[in-house]
Structure formats: C-alpha cells, structure tokens
C-alpha cells in the first residue's frame, strides 16, 4: 500500500479516522519501540498492548506462546515501559487460563504495577479469560472457570488499590453453570449472574462494545446489549456510564482531586517481591522470571506524582485545534468522560447531528429550529432503546427478533447489535446518548440514590449541617437517581428560603469598551473574531452616550444599569469615577451595578489607594453594588490556564471582601465548563465562597449591624457555564465545549445546598443556559432570573445567541409557564417604584447605539 512499514500503515489510518470522523482512536500495534509509541501518541488518545503472561514456560514447544517472538514477556514489557517513557495513556493487562497458575498471574500484575508506580501510565486492567476456538492449537484447551477468573480480578483489585481502572470482556465471561437454550447459547440470567459477580470482585469497567462491528478477536461472542449490561450494573448498585478511550484522571484538567501517578496504595516491599520472583532486583534476568522491568523500584520513583509533571502531558496538542488532544477535550464532560450531548450554552437547542458531540471540530452553522424538548437537547432522534422493537423482543444483527420468554430469555442466534435496532426515520438514528440527569438515556439504571447521597441531603435539609468541600464534590458528581435526589433537596430548599415566588430586575448592561490589556484565554469580547454579529471593531463608550443609554434605560422602566469593560490601557481609577458620573447625573434614581474586581483592582492602583479607600470614593460617588465577576474559578491552578495575568484567587477574595467591609453589596458568579475537572474545583469555588460571606457576616456582627443572608455581603449566586464558540482557548484546541446540560444544572442545584444559609439567591443565566432552560432550573434550586438586559455584547461575543432584551411581558411567561409568580425587584431584591414597574411593561424600542474609536479619547 505503499507504507514503509505497519506502524506507518496505522498512523495514517488513525489519522485519517481522527481527521475525518471525530471518532478518538485507541491504538493496539502490538510490540513498538519508544519513538513509535510517540508517533502514534499524535494521532491517538491511548494505546494497549496486553501483557498476557510472564511465564517463561508459555513459550516452550507445545505451550501458549510457542514461536511467537512478541508475546516473549521481555519484549512486551519492554514496550510497555517504553510507553511509559512516552508519556501515552496505556491499556495492559493479563490473560487467565492459557497455562498460566496464580503465583504467574500475581508476577504479571507485579511487574504492570512496578512499572505504573515508576511512570504512572497504566490507566487501566483487562483481566481476560480464555475462550477457545475452533480450528486452533488450542481448541480442547480447557477454559478456565469463573471463579479463576474473579480470582484474578480480586487480586488486581488488592494490588492496585481503589483509583486503577479494572475491566473483564462481559461478552467472555465464563458462566458457572452452563444454562442455556440446549443448543450451547448461555442464558441471559446466568451471563448477567456472571458480570454481577465480576463487579462484586472489584472491576469497574466493560471495555469497549460497539454498537456498529462484531468483536473481531472473539466473533463467536457476541458483545452484549446495552440494557442488559446496565441491568446487571444497576443491580450491584452502579451506573453504566459512556467513556473515552482515554481516562478521566489522564486528561490534564486543572483543578483534579486525583491523580493519575498515584499508585503508592500498594505495598513496595510486596511489590518488589513478586516483582523479583525467579529474577534480578535490577531487573535483568536471572533465569527464573524472565519478566521483570528493567531498572529498581526505588520509593522516590514510586511516589512521584503527576502534579509535578508539566501539564497536558498525557495528550498530543501539536496542531492546536485540529490535534488529538483537542479531539477529546471536545468529546469529554467535566468529569472526563464521555460527553455524549449536543446541548451547548449559549445555543438554542438543536437537532443533533454527527459532530454535535464526537471530537469534531464545531462548524459554524445556520442556527437550527429550537427543539423545546425537555432533556439533553437530542430531540426524539434519540429513541430510547428499548422502545427499539416491541416489548420482550431482542435485536439481531439483521434486524429479526428473538423473542424473550417472561423470565430469563436465551442469548442466541447470529451475532448481534450491542444496541437494539433503531425505529428508523430518515436522516436520523439511534446514538450513546447522557440525559440531563448525567446518565445514560434509555437503559436500567439504580432507583434509589446512594445512602451516602441521602445522608447529607438530609443533614442540610434538616439538621441544617454546612457541606464540607469534598462532600460538595460529590454531590457535584451525582448521575441518575443521585441527581434527580440532589434536584429535589435544592428545589425543596428552594421552597422553605424564597417561596414560589421567582424574581428578576429590568435592567440594561453598558459594556464601555472592548479594549483590554489582559490576555485572558477564554476572553471573546477583546479578542475574538470581528464578525459584525460578534464582537465587531475595537471600541469605546464616550461619557455622553453611556449618559444616553442611561436615561434611556431610566425611560424604558429600568431601576439597575450594570457597567463593565475591558481593561484598557489608558484608564485609570478617575475613568470610571467619570463613567460613574455619567450615569448618576443623566439618572440620579438608577442603582448603578458596575465595576468588576479586576476593574476595582486597576482603578485603585493606579491611584495609590487602598481598596477599601477606592471603594468609599466609589460608593460616595454613587455607586450602589459591584458584580463579582472576573471570578473565573477561584482556583489559581485553573486561573494560570485561564487568565494568567489576571488577579488571582487571594486579591480576588480581597477586594470582593474590602468592598463588603465599606458597605457595598455584590454578587458572586463562578465560570464553568472550560479547562476544569469540574466537581473538584467547583466545590472549591464554593466553600470559597461561603467562607467569604461568612466573614461578611461575621464583621457585621462585630460592628454591631446585621448579620443575616440578605443584609450584607453577597445578594446571590451566578453559575455561568462557559461559551465555547469564539473562546480562544477553545479555538487553539485547549478547551472542552463548556458544560453539559446535567452538569449546568446540578451545579444550580449543589449550589443552593452548599451557599445555604449564607447566600440566600441563585440565579438562572438565561443569556446563557437559553430562557427555557434557565427555566428548568427553577426547579433545581434557582429562584431568580437575573435581568432583562437590554443590551448585552460580552456573551455574544463568545458566540452565543442570547442576551438581546427578554422583555418583562415575556420573562414572566416563562417563569409562570414554570408554575411560579414573577416579581420584578431591585438589584438588592427590594420592591421597584410603582412608576418604573408600569414603564417596564411598554417600552418604547431602543435608540441606537453609538460608539467611538479607541483612538478617539472619548473615555479619557
């Protein structure tokens, strides 16, 4: 074919694959050396090689691996300990039952163990049963039981600790006893008796099954449906999940909990051990093993960590967005796995289509009719599986159906769809699809949520506890019936502090320039595209036009103007003192809601001044509260990615806190979705957050005024979910495409828990979840839509579609439509004037606006 060898061979397939589908591929090539691994690290997210056995005596005349030279355990590990140096996300693991005894399979996992603790790059364990074939050396070779089998899983179990990834072939597992239909097809109870009892041995992973090709190694065991592996799952109380082929803990996202080099659960001494057996301590060999690594197992080696690696280290990103790298951050959720939505923020809802949630890059396209579809945006093109065919009927591959008898049904026939068939309609078909619940759509999953979920939903409801920050994370990692749990604590929670009642202010948004010095990472507004139904050209506000829009805004029943902009270089602490100024004397009445802490930051330094002194100027000038943005993720390891040059978490809490020490209320808001492992910096975030309010609290107290949530510090709580369209971040290939639907609300809902009773509001970003999905979080813990804003220019700069004007007449049909009463408010959620309210309802349409060239001094 004209390659120069079968590595070439396949890493041109591969790349052909990754270019043209968006399909991640996980390389197996066999037996490759150190630059070849790295070769093919550019076109894949992981690589395999089983490691099968280090029994010298397979390789005898007569044996397993006679006369095959790359299945000599030297060499295999060697490749193994080459993709280690490699940095490559590998798969290994063991065979059972091929000749080998227990002592050699604990040598195998011996030696895979020594060599993760050294590189950390095993991310997970195939422990593999033989299964003969017919018209093979080995076809009356006798097929290990199933109790070897869960032996071997155990013992991986025992020896890797909590955090390795184990994985048995479900469609090879060994029954234990033979049940069936007479013909030698298992039953469907006895394989489902079989996968609960590898479960309850420690694995936690299927492998891979595919919905579209036979197993190709073992095409006389067919992969098995879906729903009748998450039925087996579901009964050991687990949730069948979709995944990458790379895994979470490899994927480099800022802000993890865990990590990936972290092997020190297992005993050195053990580890050498049997590591050692029959061999050399360095390694070579001694005659016996013949299978031990190379080099010793020192502990400083072993308890190495990848946060000491430079990061991403484990994914190839040369070539930015069109990379491997980029592939799966745009494949992946928060969590690392499989993203398997189409829903984004900033979008309406849309029928699916192929790239919609594969590795794809996004193409810009015509925007597509809303859906109005409750769930993760798919539309019915997602059939539920089972509503595939009628009801007790299996799908086979060629489309018949075997009928199930009322109990357990037999698996027989030719082999079948690992999916049954789709109902068919044209232009459309079945896919691996994540509901807005975090799981799996259309397959048996646990009913009831985990005790532990329970338990502390039940300590905030009803004991009042605050969460600790790693219970928020877990919260924040609910699926299934942990996050229909999780939704219905918040909403109840929702009920007791604000009632039915779901409030929002008539306000307009002055965005005074796009111009910044800073160079923030996920920043559309300054940076990106200059389409003309983007950002546009570089600009600034003169002091009489944000003087108009102000009055204007006053005109059309607004209370609140909300002032923000980018950092330019020519503004200093008197800038916005004058922006200030403007809008007060064209409407004295207005609260102004302006000035981020960045913004806060700058103006202060420039003058000298303190930031409670800064802010005191501010205030005396009429400035009536300040949005806590430039928050980002209040995590410094996500910031040195995000906004590197940016305030980072301390002077952010600073000033947040100086401006509560002089008074002035303000908001709070995280952005999520972008470069996080989500639950873990987000809670993070959170208990950042709580704390800070307390301390609010706390010198209110001291000083002898209020102390109550609603009185001081923080009015509410924003969750922003990142804008992933015009995102440099995103567009180099460093970026995932912000949140899922399941995860934009369950952060809505863990918030409410975790904030309370501190900050009493959680809001729904309509200009970015989309007004009927701001909506659906009125029932997640949300009781307030934020503003009507009547311009906004920061997220559609980002590329979202939302966020020109959603009028009072139609913010409250939203919200009643929810089963709740609208209630204009204030920007501290007070009562507006009669007057402003009557206003609001018939506003006459907006002036246009006007701006200035950067060079033109209008803001000087």
């Known amino acids: 074919m004209g390659y120069g060898s079968t590595i070439d061979y396949v890493e041109a397939a591969a790349r052909a694959v990754l270019r043209e589908t968006g399909l991640l591929p996980h390389i197996n090539a066999g037996v490759c050396s150190e630059d070849e691994l790295r070769h093919l690290k550019q076109v894949s997210a992981s690589q395999g090689l089983m490691l ?49 005894t227990r002592p050699d399979r604990l040598h195998a996992l011996a030696c895979l163990h020594r060599l993760h603790a050294r590189y950390g790059h095993i991310q997970e364990l195939i422990i593999q049963n033989f299964r003969s074939k017919p018209a093979t050396a080995m076809a009356s070779w006798p097929e290990p039981p199933l109790e070897e089998l869960l032996w071997a899983v155990a013992a991986a179990r025992i020896m890797f600790g909590p955090h390795m990834n184990i994985q048995a072939p479900p469609n090879l597992t060994p029954l234990e006893a033979e049940g069936g239909d007479g013909n030698g097809s298992p039953s469907l109870a006895a394989l489902q008796s079989g996968w609960r009892a590898l479960l309850d041995a420690g694995i936690n992973d299927w492998g891979g099954i595919s919905p579209l090709t036979r197993d190709f190694v073992n095409p006389e065991k067919p992969w098995p449906h879906l729903s009748h592996l998450a039925a087996a799952t579901a009964s050991a109380g687990k949730l069948l999940l979709p995944r990458l082929p790379i895994y979470p803990t490899f994927l480099g996202l800022r802000g993890d909990s865990c990590s990936a080099h972290d092997s020190r659960d297992f005993d050195d001494s053990l580890n050498d051990s049997l590591a050692r057996r029959g061999g050399s301590s360095d390694g070579n060999d001694g005659g016996g093993g013949g299978g031990s690594p190379a ?95 009628p009801r007790g009927t299996i799908a086979d591959a060629d489309g018949s159906g075997v009928r199930q008898g009322p ?71 609910s699926r299934g019936a942990d996050h229909a749990a999780v939704c219905a604590a918040a909403d109840e929670l929702r009920r007791r502090t604000c009632g039915d009642t779901v409030s929002y202010v008539v306000n307009r948004n002055i965005n005074y320039t796009n111009v910044c010095t800073y160079k923030c990472a996920f920043c ?59 809008a007060k004397q064209a409407a004295p009445g207005i609260h102004v809601h302006a000035f981020s802490p960045l913004e806060v930051h700058h103006g202060a330094t420039t003058l000298g001044m303190s930031y409670e002194s800064y802010l005191e100027r501010l205030a005396a000038a009429g400035l009536g509260s300040l949005p806590g943005t430039a928050a980002e993720v209040l995590h410094d390891d996500v910031r040195r990615l995000l906004c590197p040059d940016k305030i980072n978490t301390s002077t952010w809490l600073k000033v947040v806190g100086a401006a509560h020490s002089v008074g002035l209320r303000t908001t709070s808001t995280l952005m999520f979705g972008s470069v996080e492992e989500g639950p873990a910096a987000w809670a993070t975030h959170l208990v950042q957050l709580r704390e800070l ?16 949530s609603g009185v001081v510090g923080i009015t509410e709580f924003v969750p922003l979910p990142f804008v992933h369209m015009e995102a440099p971040v995103y567009l180099q290939g460093n970026a995932r495409r912000g949140p899922s639907l399941s995860e934009g609300i369950l952060l809505h809902a863990v918030s409410r828990l975790a904030l309370h009773p501190h900050i009493p509001h959680i809001q729904a970003s309509w200009v970015k979840m989309g007004p009927s999905r701001a909506a659906q979080l009125l029932a997640a813990g949300a009781d307030d839509m934020g503003g009507s804003i009547m311009n906004e220019t920061i997220t559609r700069a980002a590329g979202a579609s939302h966020g020109q004007e959603l009028p009072p007449s139609r913010m409250e049909e939203i919200i009643r439509a929810a089963g709740r009463q609208p209630r204009q408010r204030t920007t501290l959620y007070g009562t507006p004037p009669a007057e402003q309210t009557a206003r609001s309802y018939g506003a006459a349409p907006l002036q246009p606006l006007v701006t200035a060239a950067p060079s033109s001094g209008a803001l000087r």
């Open 52 to 100: 099968e056995s280090t029994s010298p005596a397979l390789m005898l005349p007569g044996a397993a691996h006679h006369g095959c030279p790359d299945k000599d355990p030297a060499v295999r590990l060697a490749t193994i300990e080459a993709a280690g140096r490699a940095e490559v996300p590998f798969t290994s693991g063991i065979l059972v039952g091929i000749g080998d």
């Open 295 to 389: 080099g010793p197992s020192s502990s400083s080696q072993s308890s190495s960590s990848s946060s000491r690696r430079p990061q991403p280290c484990w994914l190839d990103f040369t070539g930015g967005r069109d990379s491997v790298g980029a592939a799966v951050l745009r494949s992946a959720d928060s969590q690392g796995f499989l993203r398997a939505s189409s829903w984004v923020a900033g979008r309406p809802d849309v029928e699916s289509d192929p790239e919609a949630d594969s590795g794809a890059p996004d193409q810009q396209q015509p925007q597509r009719r809303q859906q109005g579809r409750d769930g993760e945006g798919h539309g019915d093109c997602y059939p539920q599986p089972r509503e595939s065919l």
């Open 407 to 477: 109990g357990d049904g037999q698996v027989a026939g030719p082999p079948r769809a690992s999916v049954p068939l789709p109902r068919w309609r044209e232009g459309r078909a079945w896919r691996v699809a994540v509901g807005a619940d975090g799981a799996l759509e259309g397959v048996p999953q646990p009913t009831d949520p985990s005790p532990r979920v329970v338990r502390l939903l039940e300590g905030v409801l009803h004991g009042g506890r605050p969460l600790q920050r790693g219970e928020v994370e877990l919260l924040l990692r």
């Open 524 to 582: 559309a507004f300054s940076k990106g595209k200059a389409a003309e139904e983007l950002r546009g050209p570089a600009y600034v506000v003169p002091y009489e036009e944000i003087a108009r829009r102000t009055a204007e805004a006053w005109d059309r029943g607004a209370t609140e103007v909300c002032m923000q902009g980018g950092i330019h270089p020519d503004f200093s602490g008197h800038t916005y003192l004058r922006i200030l100024a403007a």
């Open 693 to 708: 309010q307390q301390r609010a609290e706390r010198s209110s107290r001291a000083a002898g005024g209020g102390s109550g």
